[in-house]
C-alpha cells in the first residue's frame, strides 16, 4: 500500500476531472478507468491498487476518474464517448502530456479506441485490458449477450452497488472469479460504493455500456496495440478478444487461461510483466517520437441547397451572391461552435470534419434550422471513417461515402450512415431507420438513418 498522490482538476469544458500523475518513468501512461477512485485505489490491496502501482513504476502514469464518478464532478446522466475523449485530452494537457499510451479497463477500452483512431498524434500505443468493441449480441456479431442476460446482469449491477452486502457478494463473484477471499470482495464492494455515483447515474452508464459500438473503429487503429483477456471472462468472451485482435492492424492477443474479467494475482502479474515489456518496446523503437499521421478517423459533414438552380434563377445574379453570403456566414458560425473544420466550399455546399460525429450531427442539425430564416432549405448527409490527410484536408472512401449519404438525404434532413449512429450512444440523439440503399461508386450495402429533429 502507498500513500495516495496529490489530486488534481482538469477543467474540459465546465465539468472538473480529478486526475493525478505519479512515477518519474520515461514515457506517459494514461489509465483509462471503468469505475474507479483515484484517493482510494492506492488503498486497495488487488487490481485497484496494483494496476497503477506497477504502471507507475516504470512510467510517468496519469490517473483520473471519469465525469460522473469518483472525485470527478457529478454529471446527469452518462455522455458519450466523444466527450469522454475530450476528458482525455484535458487531462493530459493538464499534466502537460503531448503523447501518451493508454491503458484502456472495459469500457474505458472501447473509448480508448476511439481516442487512438481520432488523435493518432497524441497515442504512441494502446493496453486494453478485458476490451470488447460490442457488448450485446447481434448477427453479425455472435459473441455478444441477449437482451435477457443484459438485463440479468444490469440487476446484478445494482445490486453490487446498491444491494445487501450478501447481494453484492454473490453477484460480484460472477465478475472477479473464485480466487478473492471473501475480506477482498467485501473491500472490494466497499470501494466500489464510494466511487461510483448514484443509481440514476449507474444505471445512465449501464443503458451507454449497452450501446457501445466501436467495431468501425478498429481498422483505423494505426498504433501498437496488446490485447489482454481472461478465457473465462464472462460475459466478455474471448472469441470478441480474438476478433478484434484480427481486425486491429498490428495488435496482438495475449490470452490469459482460466482467469476472469479482471484478472487476479498471478494472472494481473504476468499482464502487467507483459504490459511493461511491451511499452518498453514501443518506447525504444520510437513510439513517443513526435508522429506526422497521415490517417486519421473523422466524421465528415456534406451540406447543400435544396433547388440551388432555381432559386438563383428567380432570384437574379446579385440578390442569389448576398444571400449565398448570408448562407455561408451561418454555416462557419455553426462551424466555430461545434469545433468543425472547413474542408472545401464549392458553390452553395460546404464540406467539414469533426473529432466527434454527435458534434457533427448538431452542427447539421442547426444549419438545416438555421437557413429556414433565409427563406434556403438544405440537406446533410454524414459518414464516420478513416481519412486520408492530404495537405491538411481530408480525402478518401470515407470522405466520397458521406457525399453520397448526403445525396440520398430529403429535403430539410440530416441523414447519416450506421457508423455514425453507432459511435453517439449517450448523447440522446435519436434515429429514424431509412432503410438499406446502395451507394454509387462504393461497395456494399448501407444502412442510413435520419436524424429526429
Not at 15 to 22: D, E, G, K, L, T
Not at 188 to 207: G, H, V
Request: charged share 25%.
Amino acid at each position: 500500500m502507498m500513500e495516495s498522490p496529490e489530486t488534481r482538476y482538469a477543467r474540459s469544458g465546465d465539468v472538473s476531472i480529478a486526475y493525478q500523475v505519479v512515477g518519474d518513468g520515461p514515457f506517459d501512461v494514461v489509465l483509462v478507468p471503468a469505475i474507479s477512485h483515484v484517493e482510494l485505489a492506492w488503498t486497495m490491496p488487488n487490481d485497484r491498487g496494483e494496476i497503477p502501482r506497477r504502471l507507475a513504476s516504470f512510467a510517468r502514469l496519469i490517473v483520473f476518474d471519469r465525469r460522473g464518478m469518483g472525485m470527478s464532478d457529478r454529471v446527469a446522466g452518462e455522455p458519450p464517448l466523444e466527450v469522454r475523449m475530450d476528458d482525455v485530452r484535458a487531462v493530459m494537457d493538464a499534466a502537460g502530456s503531448a503523447r501518451a499510451a493508454l491503458f484502456g479497463v472495459l469500457d474505458g477500452a472501447a473509448m480508448s479506441l476511439l481516442f487512438a483512431a481520432t488523435y493518432p498524434e497524441r497515442t504512441s500505443a494502446l493496453v486494453l485490458l478485458t476490451a470488447f468493441p460490442r457488448l450485446m449480441w447481434s448477427a453479425d456479431f455472435p459473441w455478444g449477450i441477449t437482451e435477457e442476460q443484459q438485463h440479468a446482469r444490469q440487476l446484478d449491477f445494482m445490486r453490487i452497488f446498491f444491494g445487501t452486502r450478501d447481494e453484492a457478494a454473490r453477484a460480484l463473484r460472477f465478475v472477479r472469479g473464485d480466487v478473492p477471499t471473501d475480506e477482498e470482495i467485501q473491500r472490494d464492494i466497499d470501494y466500489l460504493r464510494r466511487a461510483a455515483a448514484s443509481p440514476n447515474t449507474l444505471e445512465a452508464y449501464l443503458e451507454l455500456y449497452r450501446e457501445i459500438d466501436v467495431r468501425h473503429v478498429l481498422p483505423a487503429i494505426r498504433v501498437p496495440t496488446l490485447l489482454i483477456h481472461g478465457s473465462d471472462a464472462a460475459p466478455y468472451r474471448i472469441e470478441a478478444a480474438r476478433y478484434m485482435a484480427e481486425e486491429i492492424p498490428s495488435a496482438s492477443l495475449l490470452e490469459l487461461p482460466g482467469e476472469p474479467s479482471i484478472p487476479a494475482r498471478a494472472g494481473l502479474e504476468h499482464a502487467l510483466g507483459e504490459t511493461e515489456a511491451f511499452l518498453h518496446e514501443v518506447w525504444e523503437a520510437g513510439g513517443w517520437l513526435d508522429p506526422e499521421p497521415d490517417r486519421i478517423l473523422a466524421t465528415v459533414l456534406f451540406t447543400d441547397v435544396v433547388d440551388s438552380s432555381r432559386r438563383a434563377v428567380e432570384l437574379g445574379d446579385r440578390a442569389w451572391r448576398e444571400l449565398l453570403q448570408k448562407h455561408h456566414e451561418l454555416v462557419r458560425r455553426q462551424l466555430v461552435r461545434f469545433r468543425g473544420r472547413e474542408v472545401d466550399t464549392a458553390g452553395d455546399g460546404f464540406l467539414a470534419s469533426f473529432d466527434g460525429p454527435a458534434r457533427a450531427i448538431r452542427c447539421a442539425q442547426a444549419i438545416v434550422e438555421g437557413v429556414h430564416a433565409l427563406g434556403l432549405e438544405v440537406r446533410a448527409g454524414l459518414h464516420t471513417g478513416e481519412c486520408e490527410l492530404l495537405d491538411g484536408k481530408v480525402a478518401g472512401i470515407a470522405v466520397h461515402t458521406g457525399a453520397r449519404v448526403a445525396s440520398d438525404a430529403a429535403p430539410g434532413e440530416v441523414l447519416v450512415s450506421s457508423t455514425v449512429k453507432d459511435l453517439v450512444a449517450g448523447s440522446g440523439l435519436t434515429f429514424q431507420d431509412r432503410g438499406t440503399h446502395q451507394l454509387k461508386g462504393v461497395p456494399g450495402d448501407w444502412r442510413l438513418y435520419a436524424v429526429t429533429p
